[in-house]
């Protein structure tokens, strides 16, 4: 008797049936069956079927079932029936079994007792050219594991709902009566819920055992991808209602919770960003059988998925289509605002329907925090939806409504457009064209355009290469007055309703017309309207012998072989070799200086001071900056070059000097002749480098190659003895190398304090009137340390914000600057009393003018100190940063120059008074400054210039 059956299923898959079962024949456990039931193929399936159990009589069998059952359900419990071995395993004839998934199973099962034992499934894209695999929840499979019950991992009855790549105790089947549903599809929901829920045990192997061979661009859909069939949404939420009521006669309601979680943000998902393509009919029939489901759905369960699932779901529950819509839009395209948005009692909300009356609306339709309402117009990607569509004689008529959220794009701007259209071929740029916009005007909430292209004339592709065609809409808004400027953003043309965009256009490749002599409209996954090159149907045949023949080998060759190049020369590697190859055989040119600050993020720091000094003590240099993202805000009187191009590797190569706070990259070898001057960038409370647990914790020789980087260093700035003692020694720095002369960027503080105890006023100088503050107010500074939770970098204010300008909004005015790693969303209903200033750059400005500093943990502490005013330290998660991160070099809460507070309620409490705290904590800002700054006497910048780079002073 066999030690494991597997069921094998076939219908009309003749071709592939003898793979599935060689898999099952060279598993490395030899005890192994394999029983085919055929499901009344028409395609000589069962003959396939047939011959493979005459030729393997003592380990193949086949049968077949009466009629067609329409389903994997019946095939499957026919297979359970006919099984003889201890073990059911099931494999659909277009899939595999791993070798040893048999053998890893059986004895998993065995060693644990098991009724049930689950390994990992690989989806393999068998019509990917690069091979690709996807693994199927693979947390889940991590780590060998065995379950007493299914709520210990609630994950997997959520999640991996396949039944295929699991092992059966056989008997545990019969005994619990375990059958596939017939004639329902999603059969595999059901059958895994029932058999985790009745298992008596789980074992869990990180063991691949299955491969789920998916081709994408197969002739028949499979039943799971049919969903413009209503039928199988109908299928999909009887299957769930079953699941449902399986899980409540048993009291798993934390298990029907995290399903209905899974629901909201992927089954429900999966149909949504199907509506667009669907007629009215679909739409209503979808909506009522969702909407039932709807109801039955703990509303607790909104909190936990992302804002655009929940809001998706309560329109559909609404039956609200408008805002629907343009909703799936935005569940399509993560990055698009599709809505016009509405600011209601210093809130942001998706739409202005229902949140009158309706206290869950105002909860799921709350937009505030992802913070549409801060961002400028050529920072967002806005919806643009095709609203009209006309060919005539080779020239397309296009008109659309470009959403203007909270109209940020103003009624008096000058509004200009170009419509672009660009062959879709990711990492090889084609040749682009561009048509005039000529009509483009405010109208209500959306900006309406129009536009004609002569794609006939105008549109020359290739052809093979670049068969599909992207559009694209440029805005440019330009605004009223003098100095105004313009700023521009970029639309994708969604195609609002199905079958809008129909007909043809003639084009004239320029290989030959035998490629393609029409373009075709048709509209993307996403919903974005492209055009396809398509041939004369005559000359079909003929163009596909071509293209796969040497003629389109060659060209497609061609393309790949550019599209490679392209990506090795991009590559970081290619780029290293470069570096050390090429560029540092070139001379070192002398004058030349690299400047970078927080690893080209910002114009600013100590890096910005020196430089600074620099251009005002009018030394002869060529000053080169290096930035991350965009050059804006960088001075226009350096080069400035994007960090980690050929440009930026070029310049570092040649440099004579570094000038840098954080690190350049750190495979980048620094050539002898430069010199290396390493300014950092605070202070440490936190422990740092070699002391850090997790540095301690690496290999010899990740800690040597750490080592190596920070050895570039040919000079440390130091501000007081206590970097000694931390920074200098947590980086094993040479005595050498250290240089006592303060941070450049606090001379600013430095000369501060001395202008105010010398002439005894205090100036604030452009910057208040910059941000809008009136003169009656004082001015708070609320800077934290980096902060990460979950892999995300947004950052939570750890207090509530509207009451505090509720509070204190007539005497203070408040400034959030997060850590630049960070970002913070405030509501509208602060304006004016709370500022977002995270995207100023230089922080000493920021610090020179606030008349108090709320911080944590960040080193900005120590610079503020410099300027003798109010700190308050709001620790409010004190014990998990201290004792549970990486630790620090002294107690907070015995040397802090200010009050530390736990609490929001203690926080206003010592906010109360600015001159009261003043004078209360005089002595230990003294001693703070004396102990972390004393090195800082306002002249650092003056001294690093006058000791490296006087000898390029003009004679």
């Known amino acids: 008797m066999p030690a494991v059956s597997v069921v094998v299923i076939v219908y009309n898959d003749a071709s592939r049936l003898t793979t599935a079962v060689r898999s099952v024949l060279d598993q490395t456990l030899r005890g192994v069956e394999v029983v085919i039931v055929d499901d009344r193929s028409t395609d000589g399936s069962y003959d396939v079927a047939q011959r493979l159990a005459a030729a393997h009589p003592d380990r193949v069998r086949a049968f077949r079932l009466p009629e067609n059952s329409g389903g994997c359900g019946a095939p499957r419990n026919h297979g359970i029936q006919q099984a003889r071995g201890d073990y059911v395993l099931f494999l659909d004839s277009d899939d595999v079994l791993e070798r040893n998934a048999c053998r890893n199973m059986l004895e998993a099962a065995e060693s644990t007792g098991a009724d049930l034992v689950s390994g990992l499934c690989v989806r393999v894209h068998v019509d990917s050219r690069t091979g690709k695999e996807v693994k199927w929840y693979p947390w889940l499979y991590d780590r060998t594991r065995t379950l007493e019950s299914i709520s210990e991992l609630p994950d997997l009855l959520v999640f991996d709902t396949l039944s295929t790549n699991k092992c059966y105790r056989r008997q545990f089947l019969l005994d619990e009566g375990l059958e596939f549903p017939v004639g329902i599809h999603y059969e595999d929901l ?216 909270l109209g940020v794009i103003p009624s008096d701007a000058r509004l200009s457009a170009q419509l672009e259209f660009y062959a879709r071929r990711p990492g090889v740029r084609f040749q682009t064209f561009r048509f005039p916009v000529a009509t483009v005007r405010h109208e209500g909430e959306a900006i309406a355009w129009e536009a004609s292209a002569d794609l006939a004339k105008g549109l020359r592709p290739l052809g093979i290469v670049d068969a599909v065609w992207d559009v694209r809409l440029h805005l440019a808004v330009a605004g009223e007055g003098e100095g105004a400027g313009t700023v ?87 780029k290293l070799r470069v570096y050390h190859d090429v560029f540092s055989r070139l001379p ?76 350049y990259p750190l495979k980048v070898t620094k050539r002898p002749e430069t010199t290396y001057i390493q300014t950092w960038h605070g202070s440490a409370l936190k422990r740092m480098g070699f002391d850090e647990p997790e540095w301690k914790l690496k290999s010899r020789e990740e800690q040597a190659e750490q080592q190596r980087t920070l050895d570039r260093f040919d000079r440390f700035l130091i501000r007081s003895e206590h970097d000694v003692r931390t920074l200098a020694r947590a980086f094993r720095l040479q005595e050498r190398t250290l240089l006592r002369v303060g941070y450049p960027r606090n001379d600013a503080l430095v000369q501060a304090k001395q202008h105010e105890e010398a002439t005894g006023q205090r100036e604030r100088g452009a910057l208040a009137a910059e941000f809008g503050i009136p003169e009656d107010k004082q001015i708070l500074l609320y800077a934290p340390t980096f902060r990460q939770r979950g892999g995300k970098r947004r950052f939570e204010l750890p207090f509530d914000v509207e009451r505090f300008a509720d509070t204190f909004g007539d005497r203070y005015v408040l400034l959030v600057r997060s850590h630049y790693l960070n970002h913070v969303v405030l509501p509208p209903s602060v304006r004016g009393r709370v500022i977002d200033v995270t995207d100023y750059h230089d922080m000493t400005p920021l610090l020179a003018l606030a008349d108090g500093l709320i911080t944590d943990y960040s080193s900005v502490m120590f610079d503020y100190s410099l300027l003798d005013r109010p700190m308050f330290f709001f ?64 002249n650092a910048a003056q001294s690093i210039v006058d000791q490296f780079f006087s000898q390029w002073r003009r004679a």
């Not at 309207?529 to 000359?539: E, G, I, M, T």
């Not at 209360?920 to 001693?927: D, G, I, L």
């Open 190 to 405: 059901l059958f895994s819920a029932q058999a985790y829920v009745a298992a008596r045990r789980i074992t869990l192997i990180p063991n691949r055992v299955y491969d789920w061979r998916i081709v994408e661009k197969a002739a028949a859909k499979s039943i799971s991808n049919r969903r413009d069939e209503i039928a199988n949404f109908t299928h999909r939420m009887e299957i769930h209602r079953r699941v449902d009521q399986l899980l409540a006669d048993h009291g798993l309601l934390e298990l029907k919770f995290a399903k209905d979680v899974k629901w909201l943000k992927h089954d429900l998902v999966l149909h949504l960003r199907e509506l667009p393509f669907r007629d009215e009919t679909y739409r209503q029939e979808f909506a009522q059988i969702a909407r039932a489901y709807l109801e039955s759905i703990d509303r607790v369960a909104f909190d936990e998925i992302e804002p655009i699932h929940a809001i998706c779901a309560y329109l559909l529950h609404e039956a609200d289509w408008d805002n629907l819509l343009p909703a799936v839009d935005t569940l399509s395209n993560r990055d698009k605002i599709s809505s016009p948005l509405v600011e209601h009692e210093g809130r942001v909300y998706w739409c202005a329907e229902h949140i009158e009356h309706d206290a869950f609306a105002r909860h799921v339709l709350d937009v505030t925090e992802l913070g549409y309402h801060t961002k400028p117009v050529e920072k967002m990607f806005l919806r643009n939806a095709l609203t009209g569509y006309a060919e005539t004689d080779g020239t397309v008529r296009l008109a659309g409504r470009i959403t203007n959220p």
């Open 488 to 574: 521009r953003t970029t639309t994708r043309l969604t195609a609002s309703e199905p079958e809008l965009a129909q007909g043809h256009l003639p084009v004239r490749p320029r290989l030959t017309r035998l490629v393609a002599d029409r373009i075709e409209p048709e509209v993307s996954s996403r919903g974005h309207l492209s055009f396809r090159l398509v041939p004369d149907k005559k000359a079909n045949e003929l163009v596909q012998r071509g293209v796969q023949g040497p003629t389109g080998r060659l060209a497609k060759t061609g393309y790949r072989k550019v599209k490679a190049l392209r990506k090795e020369l991009a590559s970081g590697d290619t």
């Open 588 to 663: 070192v040119k002398k004058g030349l200086v690299v400047f970078e600050s927080h690893l080209g993020r910002q114009y600013s720091d100590s890096p910005k001071a020196i430089y600074e000094e620099m251009r005002r003590q009018g030394l002869e240099f060529e000053a080169v900056w290096a930035y991350a993202d965009s050059p804006q805000g960088f001075p226009d009187d350096a080069t400035l070059v994007r960090r980690w191009s050929l440009p930026y590797l070029k310049a570092l190569a040649q440099a004579e000097f570094w000038v840098d706070n954080q690190s």
């Open 875 to 938: 620790t409010y998660d004190y014990d998990e940063y201290v004792h549970e991160g990486r630790g620090t070099y002294f107690d907070l809460l015995e040397r802090a120059p200010g009050p530390v507070v736990r609490t929001e309620d203690e926080l206003h409490a010592v906010l109360e008074s600015l001159e009261e705290q003043k004078v209360k904590y005089a002595a230990p800002r003294e001693r703070f400054v004396a102990d972390f700054g004393e090195f800082d006497q306002g």
